[in-house]
């Protein structure tokens, strides 16, 4: 049987993180979820996102041939 834990984070500890990442002290995503031992993979995208720091979100781009 596997059990789960949910963490709760302030929005404080989120605003500390994305600013980190836009001041480029963490080079990306997984450099803040070793640093602050964030569990969820996509936890700090969505807190970008959520912020409205489009800035931090992945780019994709689309290739026509």
Avoid at 2 to 19: C, E, G, H, P
Avoid at 27 to 49: D, F, H, M
Wanted: charged residues 30%; proline residues 2%; aromatic residues 8%.
């Amino acid at each position: 049987m596997i059990i789960r834990t949910m963490r709760s984070y302030t929005d404080r500890f989120k605003a500390q993180v994305l600013q980190e990442l836009e001041k480029g002290t963490l080079p990306s995503y997984e450099a803040a979820r070793r640093k602050y031992n964030i569990k969820g993979n996509c936890t700090v995208a969505k807190w970008a996102r959520k912020a409205g720091k489009t800035n931090l979100l992945h780019k994709s781009e689309i290739i026509d041939i």
